[in-house]
């Protein structure tokens, strides 16, 4: 490949979705960003924490401390009735303190009762757990077991995840990963804390998911004319799924407002983030990760096309690929259904448990219509990159010449 050729492409991508994002700009982040502002009838005057202690003097209590446990043995187990005539079960259990200045420090406590605690939140001797000391008005300290420590089995999970990774897929496989933990970083370190700060949640977003995608495809691919081209078409296809999901959303009268999540982002201190923005910003990033798989798949196939039979014509590997692109559409559409009802799978049995209420005034509820919504633009997205992937990759790479490195084996030595 010829470097010449890969600037221009790159140019001419760049070109692209700056203008996509530009034009995207003017006519839709305004609209997002005014409907975090309230109406002048709904305005209401903010509370001042510092007026509130001018009449009542707030006690000086210390900060909660978490610590590391380990369940040594289980002295009792019984039932006990709460006030309002409830029954819960309750563990009396004997636990060490493993982490921080209490390490080594042995104590007797119970677990559940005014907490529920249900069969699988039981703990058994030899079980790790996270210790929550609180202090109360009188500055008397309290104990008591939060939650089962995962964080190492996780590691395990994830450390075989790796392995598997870089066994199978090799150099590949640890710029993928690399590119993952980049993605993750992005998201962690960018985008969720530009967001708590009262920046626009769909433009932050957008300048996200450019990083990600550039970053991550060029670190599991190469730097080559192949990898450009399935960024290029990411990147295109995204932009046209900006305008798609924002017309969605409007048309269907979606505000955000559909998970307890975001019930308690409007109640709470983030009360000043828009919610619709918030909305379209996890669509997009929910639909990156079906953009980056059917484009590089894409552009492999017409790649290695043009690798096994030079003489193809533009019209004719785009028509081949094409062949190729619709068998990916047929089992992506399914897999990506199959990926939104799983997640949501505990929501669909909540509202099929609902007898009281008729099947399309469940169907009408928000909180289906976004998982609704969301699904359908995954598959929009998927479905438009198809012949944008297959056509770009068809231009760009019919002069490719055939000892150029096929991208399925780029960057791995």
């Known amino acids: 490949m010829k470097k010449s050729h890969s600037k221009e492409i790159a140019k001419f991508f760049c070109l692209v979705f700056i203008t996509g994002i530009l034009i995207f700009n003017s006519g839709g982040v305004s609209d997002a960003k005014a409907a975090a502002v309230p109406d002048s009838d709904d305005t209401y005057e903010e509370f001042d924490p510092t007026v509130a202690e001018e009449y009542v003097e707030l006690p000086d209590v210390p900060e909660a401390q978490f610590f590391l446990a380990k369940i040594i043995e289980v002295l009792d187990e019984r039932v006990e009735e709460i006030p309002g005539g409830y029954v819960e079960e309750v563990q009396e259990v004997r636990v060490e303190i493993t982490s921080g200045q209490e390490k080594g420090n042995v104590l007797t406590l119970s677990h559940g009762g005014i907490v529920t605690v249900d069969q699988y939140q039981k703990v058994e001797p030899g079980d790790k757990v996270i210790l929550v000391k609180t202090f109360n008005a009188d500055g008397d300290a309290q104990y008591y077991i ?43 370190q960018y985008i969720v804390p530009q967001i708590i700060a009262g920046g626009d949640p769909l433009t932050i977003t957008i300048i996200g998911t450019f990083l990600i995608a550039g970053v991550s495809l060029f670190m599991a691919h190469g730097y080559n004319k192949r990898t450009l081209v399935a960024f290029g078409s990411t990147m295109i296809t ?28 409007q109640l709470g201190q983030l009360s000043y983030i828009n919610l619709r923005g918030l909305l379209l910003a996890g669509i997009v990033i ?36 094409l062949i190729v692109g619709r ?18 799978l505990p929501l ?66």
């Open 146 to 188: 939060n939650d089962h420590y995962r964080l190492t089995p996780m590691a395990i999970v994830l450390g075989i995840f790796i392995l598997l990774a870089i066994f199978f897929a090799r150099w590949k496989g640890v710029g993928s990963i690399l590119g993952l933990g980049f993605s993750i970083l992005i998201l962690a």
């Open 238 to 265: 995204l932009i046209i799924v900006l305008f798609v999901s924002k017309f969605f959303v409007e048309f269907s009268n979606l505000f955000g407002r559909g998970t307890e999540e975001a019930m308690f982002i």
């Open 286 to 321: 929910g639909t990156l990760g079906v953009l980056d798989d059917i484009t590089t798949a894409q552009t492999a196939v017409v790649g290695e096309l043009r690798q096994a039979n030079p003489s193809l014509s533009l019209k004719e590997l785009y028509r081949r690929g």
């Open 327 to 344: 068998e990916h559409i047929a089992s992506l559409v399914n897999t990506l259904v199959l990926a939104y009802a799983g997640a949501s």
């Open 348 to 413: 669909f049995i909540l509202f099929s448990f609902n007898d009281q209420a008729p099947i399309w005034l469940k169907l009408n509820s928000e909180i289906i219509a976004e998982e609704v919504i969301r699904t359908i633009i995954g598959s929009t997205a998927l479905i438009l990159a198809v012949p944008i992937a297959t056509m770009l990759a068809a231009y760009f790479l019919r002069n490719e010449k055939i000892s150029d490195q096929p991208l399925s084996h780029s960057h791995s030595h």
